[in-house]
């Protein structure tokens, strides 16, 4: 008898069809929500700990974003540097 959620999955879920791993998957996700557990943090308010970590999230996106967008705009003067010699 599989005891770890992996197990179950490699044993069971996995030669599943598509439809019927849908329907487990549905199963599951509605008995967690009628059970309301007390685990999942359902409120409204954002504590210190998640905008620290929406402001981490949005710094790195905006600095991989920009830093690409830079070495596209280098990598176009470069070739256009060297179709005007």
């Given at each position: 008898?599989?005891?770890?959620a ?12 598509s439809?019927e791993r849908l ?5 599951i ?9 007390p685990?999942l943090?359902?409120?409204?308010t ?6 620290i970590?929406?402001?981490?999230f949005?710094?790195n996106y905006a600095?991989?974003t920009?830093?690409d967008?830079?070495r ?5 003067n ?8």
């Open positions: 008898m599989p005891t770890t992996q197990e179950v999955y490699n044993q069971v879920v996995c030669h599943l069809s439809g329907r487990l998957a549905t199963i996700l509605n008995e967690l929500v009628g059970q309301q557990q685990s943090d359902q409120s409204d954002w504590t210190e700990e998640d905008q970590d929406l402001v981490n949005s710094l600095a991989k920009f830093s967008i830079d596209s705009r280098i990598r176009l470069l070739s256009h540097q060297e179709t005007d010699n």
